[in-house]
């Protein structure tokens, strides 16, 4: 996940992922810091614990609405930057028909830098706060549907029909990381779908559907002619 922490002293302690190398967990802290520890299923309970706690405390504290508020602010602000800009690059263009003042000159081009250099700034802090408030909404996602996934992941039927092909058979906070939150979402649509209407799974036997085998008599329109022939008979 990514780093959520709102300080240094958070940073210390807040888990971005954990890998397993020789028996041990390598746990990445947002700090830079790295922490070994044994690999065993207490330890891996726990740091997925407070992995899990990391996300449901930034959800609590109302962190992914004011994040909302930052990206739509800076939406806004970019768009004024635009404007600005092409304000100067409109005014510069009648000042050079006009001959307009050194100074007037000077001031456009210093204003029409301002507006780049924050449109740049804005578009850069815009890109993070976005992959930030993604990373929240999909790890919450997760947690909120986390048992109908990975029930989902252990129907055949469910993993065939998913368009990103699984290697796993269940994901934790810590793996899901790598998911795309599209798929998260076509796993939990299906496995609504499977919930509703269970299909069967595995090999059918070919009388329980209609296939295009049908017998050639079955098919045959002349019998269709010479039954309204007999009809006429009458």
Request: aromatic share 6%.
């Amino acid at each position: 996940m990514l780093d959520y922490s709102q300080n240094d002293d958070e940073k210390k302690i807040f888990i971005l992922n954990y890998e397993v190398d020789n028996g041990m967990l390598i746990i990445h802290l947002a700090s830079g810091l790295t922490y070994r520890v044994p690999d065993t299923g207490k330890n891996r309970e726990i740091v997925n614990r407070k992995m899990e706690e990391q996300v449901r405390e930034v959800s609590d504290k109302n962190t992914v609405t004011l994040l909302k508020q930052d990206i739509n602010d800076i939406k806004v602000k970019s768009i004024k930057c635009v404007m600005l800009f092409v304000t100067v690059i409109i005014l510069s263009m009648l000042g050079f028909s006009s001959n307009i003042s050194i100074a007037l000159s000077t001031c456009l081009g210093v204003t029409g830098t301002i507006a780049v250099s924050t449109l740049v700034a804005s578009l850069i802090k815009l890109i993070k706060l976005n992959r930030l408030y993604k990373d929240i909404e999909k790890n919450k996602f997760f947690l909120d549907n986390e048992k109908e996934i990975n029930e989902g992941l252990k129907e055949e039927i469910i993993r065939d029909n998913i368009t990103t092909k699984i290697k796993t058979d269940n994901f934790d906070i810590n793996t899901v990381d790598k998911v795309p939150q599209k798929v998260l979402d076509e796993i939990a649509n299906l496995a609504n779908v499977q919930r509703n209407f269970e299909f069967e799974d595995g090999n059918f036997e070919e009388h329980e559907f209609e296939d295009s085998n049908f017998e050639e008599q079955e098919l045959n329109h002349p019998k269709v002619k010479s039954r309204k022939r007999e009809i006429n008979k009458w």
